[in-house]
Antibody
Framework: EVQLVESGGGVVRPGGSLRLSCAASGFTFDDYGMSWVRQAPGKGLEWVSGINWNGGSTGYADSVKGRFTISRDNAKNSLYLQMNSLRAEDTALYHC???????????WGQGTLVTVSS | AIRMTQSPSSFSASTGDRVTITCRASQGISSYLAWYQQKPGKAPKLLIYAASTLQSGVPSRFSGSGSGTDFTLTISCLQSEDFATYYCQQYYSYPVTFGGGTKVEIK
């Protein structure tokens, strides 16, 4: 069974940093691209960042470009999101998702909550 | 970035109804479109990818169509478990973008 479990969320002050992790199991991790998608309270889905199978290609939403960095460790079956210079508008539930090439995101974690507040 | 516009943003329907949700891309995306269902407190669930391919395990009452800029999600006979919010997503190019969502409520 495919499992994605996020961790690392919490409360942080504006300008602070957090590192999110996503532990993957139940599939061959380095066969897939991965993405982070967030959802602010009561709002819709917003794609944050994506990475291909070996980390050689990454992409970011304009809203986080230059502040967030996606990475992966295939030996540890883990995906990461380093978030710097956090803003109130980054407050959201952050999901990791498995990216099936040309086929959407077929598995999602339950998310980790990030709250940016003074 | 490619903008995805869904309509309507919400509506009420009854079980047994046939419902259609539309999604329009601000530029052509071929068939690189997915539809997701999300229920409160849950992660999104993939329903359809490549505009019209049903994800494994998804009931056949769900169907998708379209290519280029205009897409539709149809639920042929609405069931109680289908009351949820639906999102389209383009994965034609980075940045990936989602539509604003369509909430289907019980009439």
């Amino acid at each position: 069974e495919v499992q994605l479990v996020e961790s690392g969320g919490g409360v942080v002050r504006p300008g602070g940093s957090l590192r999110l992790s996503c532990a993957a199991s139940g599939f061959t991790f380095d066969d897939y691209g991965m993405s982070w998608v967030r959802q602010a309270p009561g709002k819709g889905l917003e794609w944050v960042s994506g990475i291909n199978w070996n980390g050689g290609s990454t992409g970011y939403a304009d809203s986080v470009k230059g502040r967030f960095t996606i990475s992966r460790d295939n030996a540890k079956n883990s995906l990461y999101l380093q978030m710097n210079s956090l803003r109130a508008e980054d407050t959201a539930l952050y999901h990791c998702a498995r990216d099936v090439e040309y086929s959407g995101y077929d598995s999602w974690g339950q998310g980790t909550l990030v709250t940016v507040s003074s | 970035a490619i903008r995805m516009t869904q309509s309507p943003s919400s509506f009420s329907a009854s079980t047994g109804d046939r419902v259609t949700i539309t999604c329009r891309a601000s530029q052509g995306i071929s068939s690189y479109l997915a539809w997701y269902q999300q229920k409160p407190g849950k992660a999104p669930k993939l329903l359809i990818y490549a505009a019209s391919t049903l994800q494994s395990g998804v009931p056949s009452r769900f169907s998708g169509s379209g290519s280029g800029t205009d897409f539709t999600l149809t639920i042929s006979c609405l069931q109680s478990e289908d009351f949820a919010t639906y999102y389209c997503q383009q994965y034609y190019s980075y940045p990936v973008t989602f539509g604003g969502g369509t909430k289907v409520e019980i009439k």
